[in-house]
Each structure stands twice: as C-alpha cells, then as structure tokens.
C-alpha cells in the first residue's frame, strides 16, 4: 500500500528554504531561489518535502488572497495535483477566503 502525496505551500522566507544553505538543495534541487530578475525569493510548492513548483496568490480590494497561481516545476501525477488541491485549501482556511487555483504553464507570478 502506498501513501498519498502531501504537498504545502511554502512562503518565500520559510527557513527550509532559506536558513540552511549546506543542505537547501536537498529541498530545492537546483532551481534558484530568487525570481527572474534576482530580487526577492519566491514562495514554493513542496511535494514530499522536494520543490515541485512556484507559488504566488492575488488578493482582492480588502487585501485578502484570493487566488493562487502555480507553476510547476515537473509534470505531477493526478495525486500529486490532488495533494496540491488540498493545501491550496488549506491556505484558503488559514487566511479565511474561498481561493481559487490555476497551474501556469510558466512562471509568470509577482
């Protein structure tokens, strides 16, 4: 019996990415930290503890997030994209707004 895949949303400045840089690439890979232009960090999808994409949300007018846009870094399996689903919810429940979610073909995101 196999388990399902857990994925999480990971901010930009969480310290599995960030603080430990002997051992980011066990999490990371090679992908680089920063954004296209090499400012601030991006926010991570991680899928089993490994990058599996990038992550960003938009809020509406009172400031509240509302949508999450994802690009993932590989293909996902359909249960990887339904551990996906499940903590773009759980974001949705921590910041108290129904949120919607799309995969990007790229990144495109803030």
């Given amino acids: 019996m196999s388990e399902e895949p857990r994925a999480d949303l990971v901010q930009a400045c969480d310290e599995l990415v960030m603080s430990y840089r002997r051992t980011r690439g066990a999490v990371t890979g090679a992908v680089p930290l920063l954004t296209r232009g090499g400012g601030a960090p991006l926010h991570w999808v991680l899928v089993d ?62």
């Fill in 49 to 110: 503890g490994r990058a599996a994409g990038r992550w960003s949300y938009r809020r509406h007018a009172r400031g509240v997030p509302t949508h999450v846009v994802i690009a993932p870094l590989r293909d996902w399996t359909p249960a990887e994209r339904a551990a996906v689903g499940t903590a773009v919810a759980a974001f949705g429940r921590l910041v108290g707004s129904d949120v919607a979610w799309e995969v990007a073909e790229s990144w495109g995101g803030p």
